[in-house]
């Protein structure tokens, strides 16, 4: 991901309803203050520049499954994951170390960057990758039941390392042990469950040719690419690269990385439009999101794409995503512990969902192939406040804000969705002012009706039952005539 060290900038915590509604006990305090000190100017460059971009009118068809799927999981595995974190007893992050002035980052995909790892030592790592527990099917299921409705993974992230064999580089998967087509693999489960293959490909930085961008820092580890260097990375690698996995794979959608202004000098209007017509041209049906270009966009993305672990306060005036993290780390950290409550990770769901916006939640895999055991736990639990409520969250319309929480609506607009994140001590939920009277309401879980009535002209209420049916995100169904 990008060069920003945790920015829950804008989270459901920062947000008006979230500030009447304080996150239990249980949660992590510092994640908390994380997002009490995230960087918002960064936030607020990137949605204006963002902001100019008018998403084209033949995206709509194209993006329907995107805005009734609500849900994805981001996949960050390559041959930074052999490392987990650390390099010769080095673990990062690295706070005011002379020897690494760049390691003040738990991002562990970066690891070759911020502790500078020598080339050929972290080639000799990538080019010994052989996953032997890598399990296709049983990710794609333990994805599906979690109510996740796509997937993408890093077919390329910054380090350039390929995961499938490339015609136009020898740095990927067909020159390890491993002599199995991962993402084939993934592309025959997807499609054997009904779940959208996606890919994440790092068009602007790649680390191991001359010519890709590397980190703009004041302590260089590498120099930067001069623009005909990069013309001859974006030519010989980059676009025949992107054919590649489009002609190969044929994914639903390709997520881009860019962040900030550090890439518009290499990332031009003309390169990203050539390769935006590059992706039309070969699959019109395949999204690209807004950080192809997160300094100007332009009028031909599907979607926006906040920054990592970025919330807006509310609806951007066109379909977005949220990436985000289970932890601190994109890629497989072992000491990372930093693991969010699956109960948070509900409520940044719900506030997605309230604004027209995707959760796309990410997992690392340890290098083998294999999921760490506290992924697995939140894909359970996860799926099983799906399995009693996804209906509120996945084919719904934004709604907004409330005091209690979130709404969520029904596209007709004959259900809304009450998103209560504290159950009231009094066990009278105040809905406020509706528009037309409700007919009913009940926990979504439960089913049965409670008993609704009109606090005061115009105002309704709900009586709940004495306990909430979820301690983060209890799920009250108002139902109203079509």
Not at 48 to 64: L, M, Q, V, W, Y
Not at 288 to 297: L, V
Not at 453 to 464: I, N, Q
């Amino acid at each position: 991901m990008n060069r920003f060290h945790l920015l829950p900038c804008l989270t459901a915590l920062c947000t008006a309803a979230l500030a009447q509604n304080a996150a239990p006990p249980a949660l992590a305090s510092e994640f908390v203050a994380a997002a009490a000190a995230a960087d918002a100017a960064a936030y607020a460059t990137q949605v204006k520049a963002a902001g100019a971009a008018k998403i084209s009118a033949e995206s709509e068809a194209r993006r329907a499954w995107f805005e009734d799927a609500r849900f994805g999981l981001f996949i960050h595995w390559g041959p930074y994951s052999a490392y987990e974190g650390g390099h010769n007893g080095v673990t990062m992050p690295q706070r005011d170390n002379p020897r690494y002035p760049n390691g003040n980052s738990w991002y562990a995909e970066w690891i070759q960057s911020r502790l500078a790892i020598p080339d050929t030592e972290y080639r000799a790592t990538a080019l010994r990758f052989n996953p032997v527990n890598f399990d296709a099917e049983a990710l794609v299921q333990e994805a599906r039941r979690a109510g996740m409705k796509y997937i993408a993974i890093t077919a390329k992230h910054h380090d350039g390392f390929a995961l499938w064999d490339s015609a136009v580089s020898d740095y990927d998967l067909g020159s390890t042990p491993c002599k199995r087509d991962l993402l084939g693999e993934l592309a025959a489960a997807c499609k054997k469950h009904g779940v959208k293959l996606c890919f994440y490909y790092s068009h602007w930085q790649d680390w191991s040719v001359t010519g890709g961008a590397k980190p703009v820092w004041k302590n260089a580890w590498k120099p930067q690419a001069s623009d005909a260097e990069f013309e001859r990375y974006w030519q010989g690698k980059c676009l025949p690269q992107v054919a590649e996995l489009i002609e190969r794979y044929d994914p639903a959608l390709i997520w881009f990385d860019t962040w900030g202004d550090e890439a518009k000098d290499h990332i031009t209007e003309k390169r990203r439009d050539e390769l935006i017509g590059l992706i039309r041209r070969k699959s019109p049906k395949c999204l690209i999101n807004g950080r192809i270009a997160a300094h100007n966009p332009g009028d031909d993305v599907d979607f926006l794409e906040m920054g990592d672990n970025e919330f807006p306060r509310a609806w951007p005036g066109r379909p977005w995503q949220t990436p985000a993290t289970m932890q601190h780390s994109w890629g497989y950290h072992a000491t990372d512990y930093a693991w969010k409550p699956s109960g948070m990770m509900v409520r940044y769901l719900a506030q997605c969902a309230s604004l027209g916006g995707n959760y796309l939640l990410n997992i690392g895999p340890k290098f083998d192939g294999s999921l760490p055991a506290p992924t697995l736990r939140r894909f359970r639990e996860l799926g099983g406040w799906m399995a009693a409520n996804g209906v509120s969250i996945q084919n719904t319309a934004r709604a907004g804000a409330a005091p209690f929480g979130w709404w969520t609506r029904s596209k007709d607009d004959a259900v809304r969705y009450a998103h209560v994140f504290n159950w009231p001590a009094d066990r009278v939920l105040k809905l406020g002012k509706l528009d037309r009277k409700p007919l009913s309401a009940s926990v979504l879980e439960y089913g049965r009706d409670l008993e609704l009535f009109e606090s005061s002209p115009g105002e309704w209420a709900v009586r709940l039952p004495q306990r909430a049916p979820d301690e983060f995100d209890s799920v009250i169904a108002v139902r109203f005539t079509k």
